[in-house]
């Protein structure tokens, strides 16, 4: 399984951007990068996902770069809803993904 | 109606009881899957199934065992609850969708079941 590094925790304010990195360096040939959201006492909820370069959605970008080692998730223009914690999985296939800790976003008026 | 459902929302039970958690799906997935969750870390997964006849150990099995008795259901079994059992625990449920380079794995998940264990 492919192991993932990302940030414990961020704080930012309402109407910025936020830009998480998560580094996957051992990330195979076949495996898709993924973001997934949960907010307290939910189950996570599929953000974004990508191969490789730049995939764009109504919620969020993923930038890859070229040699898929890291990627960044882009929340442009937060707000207080978007206040969660935000997963990065590397994997797909017969692979079972790990999710890890995760990193906490706290968004301040 | 919600795609994956999981039964109770809350149990509370008492050390060394046997306890079962059922997940349903309407989504028609073969993979499902189950996790637990305690307060401030991420999800681990306990085991895994890749449809009725494919079942598989996740990171932490040991005091757990699932059954998968059609494509739509796989239960949880805590044979002998204990405290450390006490957890959120999640369903969730995927349909691989294979392109030329790879096979990406979209997870869906249930609302959680709240385990607390005497």
């Known amino acids: 399984l492919a192991k993932t590094t990302q940030p414990i925790s961020m704080d930012s304010y309402e109407g910025q951007e936020v830009n998480i990195t998560c580094s996957h360096n051992n990330i195979a040939t076949n495996d898709y990068i993924t973001w997934y959201q949960q907010f307290p006492s939910q189950g996570p909820r599929f953000i974004i996902q990508g191969y490789k370069t730049k995939v764009t959605n109504e919620v969020a970008s993923l930038f890859i770069p070229a040699d898929r080692k890291s990627s960044t998730l882009s929340l442009p223009r937060v707000s207080l809803s978007d206040t969660a914690v935000y997963y990065c999985?590397?994997?797909?296939?017969?692979?079972?993904?790990?999710f890890g800790s995760g990193t906490r976003l706290q968004v301040q008026p | 109606d919600a795609d994956v459902t999981q039964t109770p929302r809350n149990r509370i039970t008492k050390t060394g009881k046997r306890i079962m958690l059922e997940c349903s799906q309407t989504k028609g997935h073969d993979r499902m899957y189950w996790y637990r969750q305690d307060p401030g870390l991420g999800l681990r997964l306990i085991y895994y199934s890749f449809d009725v006849k494919d079942i598989n150990k996740g990171e932490i099995s040991d005091g757990y065992s699932v059954s998968r008795q059609a494509q739509a259901k796989f239960s949880l079994s805590l044979e002998s609850a204990i405290p450390n059992q006490t957890a959120l625990y999640f369903c969730?449920?995927?349909?691989?969708?294979?392109?030329?380079?790879?096979?990406?794995?979209?997870?869906?998940f249930g609302p959680g079941t709240r385990l607390t264990v005497l």
């Open positions: 969730a449920t995927s349909d691989p969708i294979r392109d030329r380079v790879a096979e990406n794995n979209e997870q869906f």
């Open positions: 999985l590397v994997g797909g296939g017969r692979r079972a993904l790990t």
